[in-house]
Nanobody
Framework: QVQLVESGGGLVQAGGSLRLSCAAS????????MGWFRQAPGKAREFVAT????????AYADSVKGRFSISRDIANNMMYLQMTSLKPEDTAVYYC????????????????WGQGTQVTVSS
């Protein structure tokens, strides 16, 4: 089992940047595929980005491609989401998630979730 804790959310103006962090504890961090998802009020949770076990492969939602960057620090059990050129439509609670099997873009495939961190982008 792995425990996940997000941090780094906040209020930022459109065009600004934020870096979200996800601290993992528990079993071997490198054994998990990791992902970021977000959920805006009244909307379903949606995929943002994912990174493979060792970090060699990444994938992004079209809505964030070119603006967000996912990375992981295996040695320190951390995952990050660097967000730039933020837009009001990026406003949501952001969650990190972990999965031992294959990760991917579907929330249902992830077994472990953090509590979320709020990101608010003002226009």
């Amino acid at each position: 089992q792995v425990q996940l804790v997000e941090s780094g959310g906040g209020l930022v103006q459109a065009g600004g940047s934020l870096r979200l962090s996800c601290a993992a504890s528990g079993r071997t961090f490198s054994g998990y595929f990791m992902g970021w998802f977000r959920q805006a009020p009244g909307k379903a949770r949606e995929f943002v980005a994912t990174v493979s076990r060792i970090g060699g492969r990444t994938a992004y939602a079209d809505s964030v491609k070119g603006r967000f960057s996912i990375s992981r620090d295996i040695a320190n059990n951390m995952m990050y989401l660097q967000m730039t050129s933020l837009k009001p439509e990026d406003t949501a609670v952001y969650y990190c998630a972990a999965d031992q099997s294959h990760g991917g873009i579907y929330a249902r495939d992830y077994d472990y979730w953090g509590q979320g961190t709020q990101v608010t982008v003002s226009s």
